[in-house]
T-cell receptor
Framework: EAGVTQFPSHSVIEKGQTVTLRCDPI?????LYWYRRVMGKEIKFLLH????????ESGMPNNRFLAERTGGTYSTLKVQPAELEDSGVYFC????????????FGSGTQLSVL | GDSVTQMEGPVTLSEEAFLTINCTYT??????LFWYVQYPGEGLQLLLK?????DKGSNKGFEATYRKETTSFHLEKGSVQVSDSAVYFC???????????FGGGTRVLVKP
């Protein structure tokens, strides 16, 4: 069974550019989460999808970040325009059901904004 | 708000040494507690968890006990191997959903 897949694994962009990160959850997982780790600090929650609906987007830092999950399958996270402080590792995770159902994480996208 | 504090690394130790990574938390209610591990080049994996006070989670020789009186969930392993080299994250979640609150992570390096 394929795990959670994230693409790209690394992205280097300049300040002001746009970047789109993609996450393919495990097939059949309705729950999809985005997290990020900035500058080696804590991993922080960004948002949670249940199928195609945003269940909780309280962790989204500002309106430069847009997450979508059309059709309830893969998800994208777009940063436009990117700022220096957006650099970090963006993790995606998926699970079958909640509460406290086991989360499966992807290996993350390392984003560097120069 | 909820928070998790864990010891900063890196922690460097020799094979077969005893490992302890301290983790304390601040949260309202009765959270579930987790340890996740990230091996080089991989995603986070659930290592163990405990859902109520005095529960002990264990896996791969690692153990952690949910101590409500000290709000702690320290990770221990009696004899580490080189393959245990990784970053370890302590985390908590509330009953509603899988929104995890993580600590800052502790890098562990085990030398042969």
């Amino acid at each position: 069974e394929a795990g959670v897949t994230q693409f790209p694994s690394h992205s280097v962009i300049e300040k002001g550019q746009t970047v789109t990160l993609r996450c393919d959850p495990i097939s059949g997982h309705d729950n999809l989460y985005w997290y990020r780790r900035v500058m080696g600090k804590e991993i922080k929650f960004l948002l949670h999808f249940v199928k195609e609906s945003k269940q909780d987007e309280s962790g989204m830092p500002n309106n430069r970040f847009l997450a979508e999950r059309t059709g309830g399958t893969y998800s994208t996270l777009k940063v436009q325009p990117a700022e220096l402080e957006d650099s970090g590792v963006y993790f995606c995770a998926s699970s079958l059901m909640e509460p406290n159902e086991k989360l499966f994480f992807g290996s993350g996208t390392q984003l560097s904004v120069l | 708000g909820d928070s998790v504090t864990q010891m900063e690394g890196p922690v460097t130790l020799s094979e077969e040494a005893f490992l302890t990574i301290n983790c304390t938390y601040t949260a309202t209610g009765y959270p579930s507690l987790f340890w996740y591990v990230q091996y080089p080049g991989e995603g986070l994996q659930l290592l163990l968890k405990a859902t109520k006070a005095d529960d002990k989670g264990s896996n791969k020789g690692f153990e952690a006990t949910y101590r409500k009186e000290t709000t702690s969930f320290h990770l221990e392993k009696g004899s580490v191997q080189v393959s245990d080299s990784a970053v370890y994250f302590c985390a908590l979640s509330k009953a509603a959903g899988n929104k995890l609150t993580f600590g800052g992570g502790t890098r562990v390096l085990v030398k042969p």
